[in-house]
């Protein structure tokens, strides 16, 4: 495990997220041995009283612990991480669900619009981005990528420039919800490949009416998927 270097600002508290960043990542699991206190020292250019008191938060964190002067990631690390951790940016981020209503208004519409204006090439981009979304499918990050694209390709479809401002703001301000909904509600990605492949069918067809309705119940369900992880946070 190669521990990337800090800059001097909030040291402590850097290292200390650095860390917790690789047990999110799955680069390091529960029980891996991490390296010496010198060598997190020297792999970091940090000062060894620096690395000894950013464990020390990570041990009362329950994140790591030592063993036998073995300093190891504690079982359950990464678990615990989500329990502490995710909900507590759903939670403090509520004024997600403006936006959300924002997009259950305006997507709808954008989607008709694109049904009936999309040209040929428009049409053949969002059908290429669907299939990036499905060979993403077990890949989170990059399917959220692609589905924001897919969302924005839309909007340019309508030939209104009010609306792809409006998305890329609204896209800006969601994407880590988008991707923290993605990770946390196992069955939403099966579910949203569905909805964009009824979208791009209606929209291929040229059926506004359709279009519209696959879009309004894609947007509901990502509202009710987003009520779900508010509500465990209460």
Do not use: C, W
């Amino acid at each position: 495990m190669e521990f990337k270097a800090m800059n001097r600002t909030s040291i402590t508290e850097q290292i200390i997220e650095h860390i917790k960043e690789l047990i999110r990542q799955r680069q390091l699991e529960d029980g891996d041995q991490l390296p010496t206190e010198e060598q997190m020292a020297e792999q970091m250019g940090v000062g060894r009283g620096t690395i000894r008191e950013s464990l020390r938060v990570l041990i009362h964190l329950g994140l790591i612990e030592r063993k036998r002067k073995r300093t190891m990631v504690a079982p359950l690390a990464y678990e615990r991480l989500q329990n502490k951790e995710v909900f507590q940016k759903i939670d403090a981020h509520r004024d997600v669900m403006e936006l959300t209503e924002v997009r259950k208004v305006v997507e709808p519409e954008a989607a008709g619009l694109a049904a009936e204006r999309a040209d040929d090439e428009e049409i053949a981009h969002m059908s290429e981005i669907y299939q990036q979304m499905l060979e993403t499918r077990d890949d989170v990050e990059s399917f959220v990528f692609y589905d924001m694209k897919f969302h924005l390709v839309i909007m340019k479809a309508t030939g209104n420039n009010l609306f792809v401002e409006i998305m890329n703001n609204v896209q800006q301000l969601l994407k880590k919800n988008q991707l923290l909904v993605a990770q946390e509600r196992n069955l939403i990605v099966p579910r949203s490949i569905e909805f964009h492949s009824k979208i791009l069918s209606a929209i291929q067809a040229h059926n506004k009416t359709l279009a519209k309705r696959h879009m309004l119940n894609h947007m509901l369900d990502v509202e009710k998927e987003m009520y779900q992880l508010l509500k465990t946070t209460k």
